[in-house]
Protein backbone atom coordinates (compact mmCIF):
# COMPACT_ATOMS: atom_id res chain seq x y z
CA UNK A 1 0.00 0.00 0.00
CA UNK A 2 1.05 3.70 -1.08
CA UNK A 3 0.83 5.14 2.22
CA UNK A 4 2.74 1.77 4.13
CA UNK A 5 5.80 2.39 1.94
CA UNK A 6 5.95 5.99 0.88
CA UNK A 7 7.29 8.55 3.75
CA UNK A 8 5.39 11.38 1.83
CA UNK A 9 1.55 10.37 2.67
CA UNK A 10 2.48 8.15 6.02
CA UNK A 11 0.65 10.76 8.17
CA UNK A 12 -2.93 9.84 6.35
CA UNK A 13 -4.45 7.08 7.58
CA UNK A 14 -6.39 4.79 4.93
CA UNK A 15 -9.68 6.11 5.55
CA UNK A 16 -9.05 9.63 5.08
CA UNK A 17 -9.49 8.85 1.22
CA UNK A 18 -12.90 8.90 0.31
CA UNK A 19 -14.66 7.12 -1.92
CA UNK A 20 -15.16 10.14 -3.96
CA UNK A 21 -11.53 10.96 -3.86
CA UNK A 22 -11.12 8.05 -5.66
CA UNK A 23 -13.92 8.40 -8.40
CA UNK A 24 -12.09 12.19 -8.69
CA UNK A 25 -8.61 10.88 -9.49
CA UNK A 26 -10.09 7.91 -11.54
CA UNK A 27 -11.98 10.34 -13.92
CA UNK A 28 -8.89 12.56 -14.12
CA UNK A 29 -7.10 10.21 -14.61
CA UNK A 30 -8.76 9.12 -17.50
CA UNK A 31 -9.33 12.11 -18.86
CA UNK A 32 -5.49 12.77 -19.57
CA UNK A 33 -4.16 9.51 -20.23
CA UNK A 34 -2.49 8.44 -23.79
CA UNK A 35 -3.34 4.72 -24.54
CA UNK A 36 -1.63 5.04 -28.04
CA UNK A 37 1.04 3.09 -26.80
CA UNK A 38 -0.98 0.13 -25.69
CA UNK A 39 -3.42 0.24 -28.20
CA UNK A 40 -0.30 -0.31 -31.25
CA UNK A 41 1.09 -3.06 -28.54
CA UNK A 42 -2.60 -4.56 -28.33
CA UNK A 43 -2.48 -4.59 -32.32
CA UNK A 44 1.19 -5.85 -33.09
CA UNK A 45 0.04 -9.04 -30.41
CA UNK A 46 -3.57 -9.25 -32.75
CA UNK A 47 -1.30 -9.01 -35.47
CA UNK A 48 1.14 -11.85 -34.26
CA UNK A 49 -1.71 -13.70 -33.21
CA UNK A 50 -3.39 -14.30 -36.29
CA UNK A 51 0.12 -14.70 -38.32
CA UNK A 52 0.54 -17.56 -35.77
CA UNK A 53 -3.12 -19.10 -36.42
CA UNK A 54 -2.29 -18.88 -40.32
CA UNK A 55 0.89 -20.48 -40.03
CA UNK A 56 -0.89 -23.33 -37.78
CA UNK A 57 -3.89 -23.84 -39.66
CA UNK A 58 -1.55 -24.63 -42.79
CA UNK A 59 0.11 -27.30 -40.91
CA UNK A 60 3.03 -25.39 -39.37
Known sequence: M???TDPEFAS???N?????DI???CLSVAAGIDL???IGAA???AALAAL???KQ????
Open 36 to 38: SEE
Open 52 to 54: RAA
Open 57 to 60: AKGG
Open 23 to 25: HAA
Open 12 to 14: LAA
Open 2 to 4: IIE
Open 43 to 45: EFR
Open 16 to 20: AVSDG
